[in-house]
C-alpha cells in the first residue's frame, strides 16, 4: 500500500491551496483519512481527520479555513486549504487506517509529505 500526496507549494498569505492524497495497492478498506503537519522545529500534529462515513475532526486553528473531504471510491482524501496564514508553513503529510484484507489488521500508513509555504 502506498500514499501518494500532491498539491503543496508556495503561496501568499490569505490565499488557498488544495492537497490530494490517493492510496493504492491491495485495499480491502480504508477506516479514518487525515492530514498532520509539521513545522520547522515542532512536533507533528493532527490538522484534520475524516471516517469512512464522513465525520470529521479539525486541528482548532484551521477551523473555518481548512476542509478535509474523501472520494471513498477513488481512495482519496482532500484537504482545501483557505485563508493560509504564514504559521500553516508546514510539511503536511496524509495518513490512512488501512485493511489489506478482509481477515488482515487494520494499520495505518504514511504518505511522504508535501511542503506548504505561505510567505509574501
Known amino acids: 500500500v502506498q500514499l501518494q500526496a500532491s498539491g503543496g507549494g508556495l503561496v501568499q498569505p490569505g490565499g488557498s491551496l488544495r492537497l490530494s492524497c490517493a492510496a493504492s495497492?491491495?485495499?480491502?478498506?480504508?477506516?479514518?483519512m487525515g492530514w498532520y503537519r509539521q513545522a520547522p522545529g515542532k512536533q507533528r500534529e493532527l490538522v484534520a481527520g475524516i471516517t469512512w462515513g464522513g465525520s470529521t475532526n479539525y486541528e482548532d486553528s484551521v477551523k473555518g479555513r481548512f476542509t478535509v473531504s474523501r472520494d471513498n471510491g477513488k481512495n482519496t482524501v482532500y484537504l482545501q486549504m483557505n485563508s493560509l496564514k504564514p504559521e500553516d508553513t508546514a510539511v503536511y503529510y496524509c495518513?490512512?487506517?488501512?485493511?489489506?484484507?478482509?481477515?488482515?489488521?487494520?494499520?495505518?500508513?504514511w504518505g511522504q509529505g508535501t511542503l506548504v509555504t505561505v510567505s509574501s
Open positions: 495518513n490512512a487506517f488501512i485493511k489489506r484484507d478482509w481477515d488482515s489488521l487494520l494499520r495505518d500508513y
Open positions: 495497492g491491495r485495499i480491502f478498506v480504508i477506516s479514518t
